[in-house]
């Protein structure tokens, strides 16, 4: 068993649509989380990191947290057909050091 | 500024041949780390510079894969003796050692063996 698992979808929505992106995990010793973006034939660009249980927003993107539930979530508001992209999480904790352990990504397209 | 470049961008070898691939972090940044990307696995960590520190090198997968990092700043990974399963991109990311969760990432090189 990973211990991240994240649906690889593809996921497709229509442009403005509210788009719910979702990590489990299983280590418990996990406490740093983050959500990165990947264009096409490029590097994953990092979009947030949060630390605690709850939600942090940042513009159009919210990341959420539950600890207790070994559950992250990432929601798009209005989504944009430039939001069309592979999201991964990504976190870290205990004896993993500075690594981190990544989803497999879920690839979303946004249509105009 | 410059973010973090890597060369070759793609990277075609037969089976068998060693490769080198190389990774400039950003200019300031003393952590770097080497991830794998393979078509359904993700990224899979493979070896982490921290500083002056020994290498985190728990990642890599044989002893086929090696890293070194000279000067602090450039670093390159050394894969001997390629097989077809090597075949992923490989990407390079760097960080302040104090901002573990801020990694850069570069463009990463996609290699190919056949």
């Known amino acids: 068993q990973k211990e991240v698992e994240q649906d690889p979808g593809p996921l497709s929505v229509p442009e403005g649509a509210i788009v719910s992106l979702n990590c489990t995990y299983s280590n418990s010793a996990f406490q740093y989380f983050m959500w990165y973006r990947q264009y096409s034939r490029k590097g994953p660009e990092l979009l947030m990191y949060?630390?605690?249980?709850g939600n942090k927003e940042d513009g159009r993107f919210t990341a959420q947290v539950d600890k207790s539930s070994k559950y992250i979530s990432l929601f798009i508001r209005d989504s944009q057909p430039s939001d069309s992209a592979t999201y991964l999480c990504a976190m870290r904790g205990g004896t993993s050091g500075s690594r981190l352990t990544f989803g497999e990504g879920t690839q979303l397209t946004v249509n105009p | 500024g410059a973010g973090v470049s890597q060369s070759p961008s793609n990277k075609v070898t037969e089976k068998g041949k060693d490769v080198e691939l190389r990774c400039d972090p950003i200019s300031g940044h003393t952590a770097l780390y080497w991830y794998r990307q393979s078509l359904g696995q993700g990224l899979e960590f493979l070896i982490y510079f921290q500083g002056n520190s020994a290498p985190d090198k728990s990642g890599l997968p044989s002893d086929r894969f090696s890293a070194e990092r000279t000067g602090g700043s450039v670093s390159t990974l050394t894969i001997q003796r390629t097989q077809q399963e090597d075949s992923a991109v490989y990407l390079c990311?760097?960080?302040?050692?104090?901002?573990?969760?801020?990694?850069?990432f570069g463009p990463g090189t996609r290699l190919t063996v056949t």
């Open positions: 949060t630390y605690s249980s």
């Open positions: 990311a760097s960080s302040f050692i104090r901002a573990v969760d801020e990694q850069y």
